[in-house]
Nanobody, 124 residues
Framework: QVQLVESGGGLVQAGGSLRLSCAAS????????AGWFRQAPGKEREFVAA????????NYADSMKERFAISRDNAKNTVYLQMNSLKPEDTAVYYC?????????????????WGQGTQITVSS
């Protein structure tokens, strides 16, 4: 099975940018569809973006597709989330996830493996 570790979180001012990384180990990330989710305090974990094994198919949550970009480098076993024009409402713990599904799921229960999460705090 694959293990996932997120990095790149932190504190940023509104309007700023961050890039999250998700490094995989234990098995090649290219065997999985990868996704990003986030969970704000008191809210359910929500879908952010997903990318197919080869990177040719990408899905975004409607509210984030203009500002966020998911990508992957299978040679480095890493998935990225570039976040631009950040807003205070983007404050959340961001999770990387992987699935053996043959499509890009938006449902969290379709993902088999999860990282521990990384905190993003956007100040106004």
């Amino acid at each position: 099975q694959v293990q996932l570790v997120e990095s790149g979180g932190g504190l940023v001012q509104a309007g700023g940018s961050l890039r999250l990384s998700c490094a995989a180990s234990g098995r090649a990330l290219s065997a999985y569809v990868a996704g990003w989710f986030r969970q704000a305090p008191g809210k359910e974990r929500e879908f952010v973006a997903a990318i197919s094994r080869g990177g040719g198919s990408i899905n975004y949550a409607d509210s984030m597709k203009e500002r966020f970009a998911i990508s992957r480098d299978n040679a480095k076993n890493t998935v990225y989330l570039q976040m631009n024009s950040l807003k205070p409402e983007d404050t959340a713990v961001y999770y990387c996830a992987a699935t053996t599904a043959f499509y890009n799921p938006i449902e969290r229960n379709k993902y088999d493996y999860w990282g521990q999460g990384t905190q993003i705090t956007v100040s106004s």
